[in-house]
């Protein structure tokens, strides 16, 4: 199953143009298998989401983009909203109890932004950033990171021994897709999501959209 499970909408995400319902409709129409509305410190309602899968016959599942001190954390499996800036252990925590799931989102992203060349980072020095510490997986191919940013992720994932995902982080129609997850199984619930994600059975890729 193909999956895009990095997506923004609005309104819980404040900073994304994309209505759920456009972003399902544009993500059938790109082929896709599924989409996961990942919002930033804020979570879908769970009947809300199934209201999403009726109407559009189409997996739609839910998970938190969180802001922690580390950096960006997308959490499957923690269902609540989040005030501030947080540290990753402290999420650690929580996603432990709850026997959910973290993805260090766009781990180099912007790096040139801090005004030195980070992006000259060996893998071995990118791999020493606190947040891989406390996450299971590493977005590997990220929609708004460029090529560069993602191939250091995926050469830390490498080195860590932690598999990579692939999410379009879409805030516009024209993003949803860009980047996907390939799951080597069928996926229809959360749990299932997680428990995917965890095993590994997965690998990230671009994806051609048309
Ligand atoms: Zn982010
Ligand atoms: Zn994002």
């Known amino acids: 199953m193909i999956i895009d499970i990095h997506i923004h909408t609005k309104p819980l995400s404040a900073d994304s143009n994309l209505a759920a319902g456009e972003a399902i409709r544009e993500a059938k129409r790109l082929g896709l298998d599924g989409i996961c509305l990942t919002e930033h410190n804020k979570s879908w309602a769970h009947e809300d989401i199934e209201a999403l899968r009726s109407q559009w016959d189409f997996p739609v599942f839910r998970g938190v983009e969180v802001d922690t001190i580390e950096g960006h954390v997308v959490v499957f499996g923690l269902y609540r909203d989040f005030e501030g800036v947080i540290r990753v252990e402290e999420l ?3 996603v432990i109890e709850e026997q959910g799931v973290m ?3 766009h781990p180099f992203k912007g790096f040139r932004a801090f005004g030195f060349s980070e992006l000259n980072l060996t893998p071995e020095q990118g791999s020493k950033r606190p947040v891989f510490k406390s996450v299971d997986v590493i977005e590997g191919f990220n929609g708004k990171s460029n090529e560069k940013e993602n191939r250091l992720a995926q050469e830390v994932g490498n080195l860590l021994g932690l598999k990579v995902t692939g999410g379009s982080d ?21 749990r299932e999501l997680i428990a995917e994600l965890k095993a590994g059975r997965f690998s990230g890729d671009y994806y051609q959209r048309r």
Request: aromatic share 8%.
């Open 170 to 190: 879409a805030h516009n129609l024209e993003e949803v897709g860009r980047c996907v997850t390939i799951f080597k199984s069928e996926i229809y619930t959360e």
């Open 92 to 94: 650690r925590k929580a």
């Open 103 to 105: 993805i260090a989102a």
